[in-house]
């Protein structure tokens, strides 16, 4: 965790900050997937006494591990969208969720996309069957 960069921060120098929809989202995050919190505690930041994990009491990002590491897991991609590229962020037409895209013509999250994508392509093959028989009904 030593060789992580450090937390960014705002232009002003203050840590980036979640609505309270974030901070639960987040403390969901911590308690599922990261490797040291242990029931409360954090193991990183444990010398000889327990100490409160400070992600999930806080309304600021302010774990290294929290924000290079779980923020970087698909299950929080929307959530570093949401709380980092604030300009570059997108909603999903679909579900209304957050997604950052580098691509302008985005318009799925990465969940709906692909669903949307079976849909459509389902779609186009049935234009095709149906126009391949009226063809060929026309022709006998």
Known sequence: M?????????A?????RMDTRQRREAVRLVKGLCSYYDNGNCLYLDRGEEVTCPQSISF?????????ILLKHEEG???EAEIFQRNALRRCKRCGGAFSSSSNRAKYCADCKAEVQRRQKAEHARRRRAESRKVGAEKA
């Open 60 to 68: 600021s990002v302010c774990c290294k591990f929290f924000r290079h």
């Open 77 to 79: 991609k929307g959530l």
């Open 12 to 16: 002003g120098g203050s840590l980036y």
């Open 2 to 10: 030593k060789d992580l960069p450090p937390v960014e921060r705002r």
